[in-house]
């Protein structure tokens, strides 16, 4: 499954014109938003968002239902996750759930 284009338009318009060094690559079969050269979102190819997030404060999201914890190759990620599409398909969502990926991904170093 290809990632959805409207999400990711919807996506880049949450980033906004003013966030510097965010930089769109094609990851994980979806399209990911890097701030810093640090994955913050991504359209994911198998629907809906994935987010990065503080590992050690993403337990009460995940609690929030429509929310899991992203598996790769059988293996949860602690501080990806997924979210439906359904969780996001309200604009003020969307926004929330970017953010919270661009904060954590502002909090790492530099790549």
């Keep these: 499954m290809a990632y ?8 880049r318009d949450a980033l906004g014109p003013d966030l510097p060094h965010v930089v769109e690559k094609k990851m994980f079969g979806g399209l990911a938003f890097l701030v810093g050269g640090n994955m913050a979102v991504a359209a994911s190819g198998q629907g809906g968002l994935m987010v990065r997030t503080d590992p050690n404060t993403s337990a009460p999201l995940l609690r929030a239902g ?17 979210v439906t599409s359904e969780t996001v398909a309200d604009d003020d969502a969307l926004d929330e759930w970017v953010q919270r990926g661009v904060d954590y991904a502002k909090s790492l170093p530099p790549k």
């Design 66 to 82: 429509a929310v899991e914890p992203m598996e790769m190759r059988g293996r949860k990620m602690p501080g990806w996750l997924r």
């Design 4 to 11: 959805d284009e409207k999400l990711a338009d919807r996506i």
